[in-house]
C-alpha cells in the first residue's frame, strides 16, 4: 500500500498515487483526471519536488517511476532512448560499457531521474562545456492532458530541423503534460579529469581570476566560485575559493592544469592542489548537490532559503558582493556557490530569529532588486512554507524595465493551450499558472 505522504508536496497530501507502467497508462490516467478535473503533479524521485510555487490544488501524486525501461542505446550515433522514470543512475551505468556518458550533471546526480532532470532543465556547474538538456534531447514522448500521446523531434540531430516543439517541455516542471520517453545524446567518456583550486583574497580577485580563466585558450569543463563560509563547511581555508575542472587526453589536461597553477601564482593565488579520482568526485558532488533543498542536506527548512540568480557572466561576483550588507542588515548568515562560467550563483540564508518569516521574506525582497539591477533574473528554488506563500518563487519581471516579462502572456497561452482544465500542477509554475 502506497504511503500517500511520501508524495506531500508544500504540505499538502494528495488523495490518491497513481503508477502508471506505460505511456499508454500515462496518457488514459490524464485524460481520466482532466475529465474529472483533478490536479495532478507529475513526480519521479523528487529530486526537484519544491521547485514552484504553493499548489493551487492537489488531489494525485502521479509518480513516473513505472516508466524505467531503457528503451534503445545507439552507441554509433551517440544517442540513447529511455523512459522518463529510468534514473540517471541506472542510464549511465548501461552506457558506459561501451565507454560513452550521457553528459547531463544534475545535483542529486545519483538518484535523479532522467524524465525529473528534462523537466526542470536541471544542471550543474559542468554545464559550462557540456551544456543543458535544452541544448542535449534530441526527442521526446509527451502524454497530455487529453489522452494523447506526442512524439516530438527524434533520435539523431538531423531529425531536429526547424522549430522544435520539445524546448516548450524542457523546463516546464510537469505544468503541460508528462514526459514519457527521451532521446539524449551522448559523449565518449575522457581519458583523463582533474581539478585545481586556489584560494583568492577577496572578491575582485577571485573576478580576475575566472575572467582569465574563461578569457584564454584554456577549456574548463567547470569553473565554480565559493565564498569563504562555504569554503570552510567543505572543508577547506576560510577563504575565497576559485576551482576549475578540465577533462580529455592527458597531456592537454596537465598542460591546462600548468596553465592555471601559473595563473593563480600571478594573482598570488595559493594553489591548494590537484584532485583526481574520488576526492574529485566527491569534491564535484558536494558542489552540485548544494543546490539541493535543505532536507536533503541537513539544514533546517524553517529558518534557511536557497536562492538562484542567472546573471551575465561578469557580474557573478559582484552580486555577491552587493547581497553580503543585505544579508547583514536582515541579520542571516549567508553562503554562495558561483557557476562562474554560466552566469549562475546560488544562495543560501540562514536566520536564527524565532519569526524566521519576516527577514527571509525582506532579503528575498532585497536580492530581487540587486538582480534587476544588474540585469538578471531571480528564483526561490528551496523556502520556507510561511515564505513561499508570500512570494512568486519565479522571476516574472523583466529587470529591463521593471514590468511583468513579456513572454508570460505567451506561456499563459502555451498553457490554455496543452491543459486548458488546468489539472497538471496547477498554481506552480511562473505566475502561478
Known sequence: MTDLQQFTVDGLTPSRVVVPETAEEMAQFLQHASTEELAVIPQGNRTKIHCGNLPARYDVGLSTKGLNRLIEFDHENLTVTAEAGLSLAELQAAVREKSEFVPLDPPAADRATLGGIVAANSSGPRRLLWKNPRDLVLGMDVALPNGETIRLGGKVMKNVAGYDL????????????????????????QEVEQTIWGTLSNHAEARKAIDELLAGSLLPTAVVYLTPRLSETFGLPLSSVVAVVYEGVSAAVQREVEETRALFNRLEAETLGVLDGDSQGAFWSQISDFSLPQEATGFCTVTDLLLKATLPITQTTEFIERLEPVAEDTELSLSALSHAGTGIVYVRARTHSENAASPLTRFVDRARAVVRHLGGFLVCESVPLGVKGKEDVWSTVDPGTGEPRADFQLMRRVKERFDPRSIMSPGRFVGGI
Open 166 to 189: 520539445s524546448k516548450v517541455f524542457i523546463g516546464s516542471f510537469g505544468s503541460l503534460g508528462v514526459l514519457t520517453r527521451i532521446t539524449v545524446r551522448l559523449l565518449s567518456l
